[in-house]
């Protein structure tokens, strides 16, 4: 599986991004797709998950209410909508896939990465 992530850029506080990933390689629609992030000198966390189906996700509390994902299984492509963005928000965004049906919730749960898009928000 590749993944490839776009869409990050720099934002004041309150605004919004959208990121996209779109993935290639195995069949898209049996992946549970997420993703993390890691600021500077910081442990890589788990942001959000979606199940291979999309009916189901899962959040970490810090972007709950305010970051939403989606997936197209026809473009094998999962969206991540980030609003009220917040300074503490600044972090590389890695977009993820796992094996499993479920819906991951832990970063351990994704078996695959891609590469980073840089999201910096401003105060």
């Known amino acids: 599986v590749q993944l490839q992530a776009s869409g990050g850029g720099l934002v004041q506080a309150g605004g919004s991004l959208r990121l996209s990933c779109a993935a290639s390689?195995?069949?898209?629609?049996?992946?549970?797709m997420g993703w993390g992030r890691q600021a500077p000198g910081k442990e890589r966390e788990f942001v959000v998950a979606?199940?291979?189906?999309?009916?189901?996700?899962y959040y970490a509390d810090s972007v709950k209410g305010r970051f939403t994902i989606s997936r197209d299984n026809a473009k094998n492509t999962v969206y991540l909508q980030m609003n009220s963005l917040k300074p503490e928000d600044t972090a590389v965004y890695y977009c993820a896939a796992g094996n499993s049906m479920a819906v991951a919730t832990r970063v351990r749960d994704f078996d695959y990465w891609g590469q980073g898009t840089q999201v910096t928000v401003s105060s």
């Open positions: 390689g195995r069949t898209f629609s049996i992946y549970a």
């Open positions: 979606i199940n291979w189906s999309g009916r189901s996700t």
